[in-house]
Every structure is written in structure tokens, then in C-alpha cells.
């Protein structure tokens, strides 16, 4: 038979035990750090507020999808494509800091999506364009690096990433100041194949940075639309139909490639059990009907300076409409999340019996 003593010291031993080994499960769940103080409180019945009740363990819940994007703050990141560029020209006032230079504009998605959620962090803005990848880590115009815009407070991050890597504006701009007759613009395919191939390592390191910086967010890629027609029958700004299918063909391939990796990415997460999420959202088809060379395109045409003989950046950009389309797969991808249960967790407090 135990005596009173030695039945006291192996209870303690079971709880502090059983401790442990909540602490060891919940670690590899990711919880937050504050969790394991309130775990000790009630299982090892120490140090516990006033009121608390001894044993009670606070209750952990899975976030739906909405609730893990709106917990923390929304991160805004990328290129062009989500600063703004195809309308900054009609902004009278930069967005924040440097955006004069990153060409930020309020009628971006990005303005959009914020006003549709309320993030419990707020929401920063601080796409940039011109952006590729290794720019995005290490920092622009002498503007402080944007994965450095992130922290372990950022509950959703977008960004659109990959397109200046692929060197797509120097590709369009070769298809166009060229002879009419001429092959220039597929001649380019090789190289722009090899840069295209060597964007799975560059768009990995991204995903990979995000996550150690921000481990419970939901990421979410938004790919590039079809800038021209399917089936296109007319020349455009020089372009010959068969440049153009040519043109959506590269599109494609880049969507394809950086989509690869980034559902890649979200099936290593989901498989170690671990919260946020790595999520893609094909843009390819979204301005179908509305490209360039449409009656009512989403993308704006090429716009030359009057005098200087030089294209605007805008050229080939989303238009306001293009931007509110943009903004409706955002807002859409955020309600519906990434087509799995997320292990994003939320403890509450015990009440009070």
C-alpha cells in the first residue's frame, strides 16, 4: 500500500506527464507559444488565475478557411500585375511609401480585397513593379526587401509573382518592334523556355521564405490572363494571330509552371499536419471575352508617349476592370480556401462553472 505521501508524489508525476506530453502534441501542431502556460495551469493544477477551474483545459477549434485568412493581417506582395501599374497613371496620390517608384495604385485588387474582409491585423500594400522573384527577397528602387513586410502576425499573403522573371515585357516588346514578315517573336521561345523552367527553383524560395516568416498564412499565387483572344484572326499592335497564340502559349506555360509549385508546396504542408496554406488561382481564363483587341479588353492595349516615341508602362496591363475581375478571384479563393481542411487552430478560454 502507498502511503498518503507517496500517492501525492505519483500524482504529481502523472500530471506533470500528461503535461508533457500535451505540450510535445500541441508543438507539433504548431500552436502558439501561449498556449503552453495555460496547459500547465491545468494540468499541473499551478499556478492558475483566480476563478480558473482546476483540470479545465482550454478548448481548441479548427478555423474555417475564412477565419484563418481574417485572423491576423493581410500582406499584399508581387509585381506589376498586383501594384497597379495598368491604372497608376490615374491616381493623384501614391498609395505609401515608395510607391511613386513601385508604381502602387488604389485601383489595384489589393484596395479591393481589404475592403471585402476585415483583417484583424489591418492589411499592407507593398507590391512592386517590375518585381521578380529575387527582388522580392532582396529589395528594389532602395526599398526595403517585401518578404521583409511579413511577419509571424500575417494571417493571408497574395501576391503575383514570376512574370518578369520569364522576362515577359522584353518578350512582348520583341514581338512587337519587329519586321511584319519576320519570326522574331517565336524565335524567342528557347530562351524564354529555359528562364520559364528556372522559375520553380526562384518561386520555391519564395513559398519557402514565406513560411518561415509567417507559419500560420494562408498564401495565396494569383497566375496571369490570356492576353489575347483564343483563337485570334486579326494582327494587333503588329502582332500576327499566330504571335499572339504564341504569346498565350508562353502565358500558359508560366501559369502552369509556378501553379505546379505552389500545389506542390501546399501538399508537403498538408501532409506534415501543419497550418496555412500554399494556394494558386489560375487566372489564365479570367478576362476570356475581354482581351486584348476586344471591344471591352480588361488589359490595356499598347499606349505609346506622344512625342517621346516611348511605351508606357501601362501597355499590357490590367485596366480598372481587369483589376475588379482580379479582385473577384481573390475575394472568391479566400471564402472558398484551398480544397482541404486547414490545420489552423484557435484556443479558448475554460468558463467558469
Known amino acids: 500500500m502507498l502511503d498518503e505521501a507517496e500517492r501525492g508524489t505519483r500524482g504529481s508525476l502523472i500530471r506533470a506527464g500528461a503535461a508533457v506530453a500535451i505540450g510535445v502534441a500541441l508543438a507539433l501542431a504548431c500552436l502558439p507559444l501561449g498556449v503552453y502556460p495555460k496547459l500547465a ?14 483540470g479545465d483545459l482550454p478548448r481548441v477549434t479548427r478555423l474555417t478557411a475564412l477565419q484563418a485568412a481574417q485572423s491576423g493581417a493581410y500582406v499584399a506582395l508581387g509585381d506589376s500585375y498586383s501594384s497597379g501599374e495598368g491604372v497608376y497613371d490615374l491616381d493623384r496620390e501614391p498609395v505609401n511609401e515608395g510607391a511613386d517608384r513601385c508604381h502602387r495604385a488604389t485601383g489595384s485588387y489589393v484596395p479591393l480585397v481589404a475592403k471585402t474582409y476585415r483583417f484583424g491585423g489591418g492589411t499592407a500594400f507593398y507590391a512592386c513593379s517590375g518585381a521578380t522573384t529575387r527582388q522580392l527577397l532582396a529589395g528594389q528602387h532602395g526599398q526595403p526587401p517585401q518578404i521583409s513586410r511579413v511577419g509571424p502576425g500575417a494571417s493571408l499573403v497574395t501576391l503575383s509573382i514570376g512574370g518578369n522573371d520569364a522576362g515577359f ?3 512582348l516588346t520583341g514581338c512587337i518592334v519587329k519586321l511584319p ?3 522574331a517573336c517565336v524565335d524567342q521561345e528557347t530562351a524564354v523556355n529555359r528562364r520559364i523552367d528556372e522559375l520553380r527553383t526562384s518561386v520555391l524560395r519564395v513559398l519557402r521564405e514565406l513560411r518561415v516568416r509567417a507559419p500560420q498564412a494562408r498564401v495565396i499565387v494569383l497566375g496571369y490572363p490570356r492576353p489575347f483572344p483564343q483563337d485570334p484572326v486579326d494582327t494587333v ?9 504564341w504569346l498565350n502559349g508562353v502565358t500558359r506555360r508560366l501559369n502552369d509552371t ?3 509549385v505552389v ?7 498538408a501532409a506534415f499536419g ?12 479570367a478576362f476570356s471575352g475581354h482581351e486584348v483587341g476586344q471591344p471591352a479588353p480588361y488589359l490595356n492595349g499598347l499606349a505609346m508617349e506622344v512625342g517621346e516615341l516611348r511605351v508606357n508602362a501601362r501597355s499590357y496591363h490590367p485596366t480598372g476592370d481587369g483589376y475588379r475581375r482580379f479582385a473577384e478571384l481573390i475575394i472568391k479563393q479566400i471564402a472558398d480556401g484551398p480544397g482541404r481542411p486547414l490545420n489552423n487552430l484557435q ?7
Open 263 to 269: 500545389k506542390d508546396f501546399d501538399r508537403t504542408i
Open 258 to 260: 509556378v501553379g505546379s
Open 347 to 353: 484556443l479558448s478560454q475554460p468558463t467558469a462553472g
Open 41 to 54: 495551469c491545468a494540468v499541473l493544477d499551478a499556478g492558475c488565475p483566480p476563478g480558473s477551474p482546476a
Open 274 to 285: 501543419a497550418p496555412g496554406s500554399a494556394e494558386y488561382v489560375d487566372a489564365y481564363e
Open 181 to 183: 514578315w519576320s519570326s
Open 169 to 171: 515585357t522584353k518578350v
Open 237 to 245: 499592335d503588329n502582332l500576327s494571330a499566330a504571335d499572339q497564340r
